[in-house]
């Protein structure tokens, strides 16, 4: 099955395009495949234009962001440094490598919390731990490892302990301290752009291919959206949230079959027949522009695409879309 009715237009590539930086160079190496130099040139514009610029000008001195919750800063240090490593920010570049020194030099694990506010029954280890070393979850410890590897920090302690934490189904989940004995989609693939990204900087160890590719099977073995026992169609978390087929962006610690088909592009997986259905939803969601709409604006998130509300069309999951279909076509054709 290809799917080459979603081929995109001129206009559409025009569109993202005529855009952030950030837009721009990933539509000229994905979708246009251009030169590495006219990419190179439009990605170094990231730390001095548009959306990243603004995201770097707005840290403090203290390597927090002002937006979000106050008592828990260190969150949305997070999330914004994991936008920035989406939009490409070089992490060679001077304006990289300031606000990661700020993280890595202030920031700590529940830094404006009291010692004596924190649950007496819960594993308060992490408390005031630097950045960079993680805390107990691994949907979190997952995220600082794409994050760290990234921009050049050591991740190998918190992939070791990501490595010991990968449950017998291949998958991960943040409950698994609470008695949960079976993987998450949300937490799996928290982890599994971790181990990229690690795999990525270093070079990676057979311990980690493997492990990847056990939580890649997770994915896979569920058609990317569907319990394994009954092949019954999952729409959401079992906690509620929105359901898996309204893409966001960004989705935090949140799957959806968008995000990770996008990762198994990313990783070079071969499309095979598992894959098929999620396609063909992520390919009827275009609309008769031949673009994709922000399905879910999520809250506790950094704004990614100032002025687009849920239900308009975005950029980013055009972009993202675009190249998930243009991978399993032209794989499929090999």
């Known amino acids: 099955m290809t799917t080459n009715s979603t081929k995109p237009g001129k206009s559409v590539i025009q569109w993202l395009l005529d855009s952030d930086p950030s837009i721009r160079w990933q539509t000229l190496r994905d979708l246009q495949h251009a030169s590495a130099a006219e990419v190179a040139s439009e990605r170094a514009k990231v730390a001095t234009e548009g959306w990243g610029a603004a995201l770097l000008a707005a840290q403090t001195e203290g390597g927090t962001w002002p937006r979000g919750e106050p008592r828990l800063p260190e969150y949305t240090s997070l999330r914004t440094l994991l936008l920035l490593h989406d939009m490409g920010l070089d992490p060679a570049s001077e304006q990289a490598k300031t606000a990661v020194a700020r993280v ?32 107990v979850e691994p949907c979190i410890n997952g995220r600082v490892v794409t994050i760290g590897a990234y921009f050049g920090e050591d991740m190998q302690p918190l992939v070791e302990r990501l490595l010991g934490e990968q449950m017998a189904d291949g998958g991960w989940n943040c409950d698994q301290e609470q008695g949960s004995t079976r993987g998450s989609f949300h937490t799996t693939i928290d982890v599994l752009e971790g181990l ?102 999520h809250p506790d998130e950094v704004v990614a695409e100032p002025g687009v509300a849920e239900g308009q069309p975005s950029r980013w999951n055009t972009l993202r879309a675009l190249r998930v279909l243009d991978w399993y076509d032209n794989s499929a054709r090999d």
């Open 104 to 135: 890595r030099k202030n920031v700590q694990w529940l830094m404006n919390i009291p010692k004596e506010d924190l649950p007496k029954d819960e594993d308060i280890s992490w408390w005031h731990k630097p950045f960079f070393e993680g805390e």
């Open 196 to 297: 990229l990204e690690f795999e990525r900087a270093t070079g990676g160890s057979p311990a980690v291919k493997a492990a990847r590719e056990r939580g890649q099977e997770y994915l896979l073995e569920r058609r990317l959206f569907k319990k394994l026992s009954t092949g019954e169609a999952i729409e959401h978390d079992r906690k509620g949230g929105p359901v898996w087929t309204q893409f966001s962006y960004p989705a935090g610690w949140r799957y959806d079959i968008l995000r990770g088909l996008d990762y198994l592009r990313a990783a070079g997986v071969k499309p095979d027949p598992r894959m098929k259905e999620a396609i063909e939803i992520i390919a009827s969601k275009r609309d008769v522009s031949g673009r994709w709409a922000l399905g879910i604006v």
